[in-house]
């Protein structure tokens, strides 16, 4: 069973930083694609970032390109979303997300975690 845990989410104002970690077994980071979701009140769960670390393959959101930045620390078997010059509109439940590359869906999920940004 695919265990994913979020943390470092917060308060944060416009402009500002934050980095979400999402921890996970040794093989579900080295076989699942890897990604991050957020849903914002009132509005469906929305495509962050993802990668691959076994391809090296990263795709990103149009609306978060040049401000997140997905990472894995292998010798933690945690996958990193960084996340600068924050706006308000980035305001929403972040959720780290697993599938198996030949997947289409994605259906492993952890518990999310809250981001606020204030104008």
């Known amino acids: 069973q695919v265990q994913l845990v979020e943390s470092g989410g917060g308060l944060v104002q416009a402009g500002g930083s934050l980095r979400l970690s999402c921890a996970t077994s040794?093989?579900?980071?080295?076989?699942?694609?890897m990604g991050w979701f957020r849903q914002a009140p009132g509005k469906e769960r929305e495509f962050v970032a993802a990668?691959?670390?076994?391809?090296?393959?990263?795709t990103y959101a149009e609306s978060v390109k040049g401000r997140f930045t997905i990472s894995g620390d292998n010798a933690k078997n945690t996958v990193n979303l960084q996340m600068d010059s924050l706006k308000p509109e980035d305001t929403a439940v972040y959720y780290c997300?697993?599938?198996?590359?030949?997947?289409?869906?994605?259906?492993?999920w952890g518990q999310g975690t809250q981001v606020t940004v204030s104008s």
């Open positions: 990668s691959n670390w076994n391809t090296g393959s990263t």
């Open positions: 997300g697993a599938r198996r590359a030949y997947e289409t869906n994605w259906s492993r």
């Open positions: 040794a093989y579900t980071f080295n076989t699942y694609t």
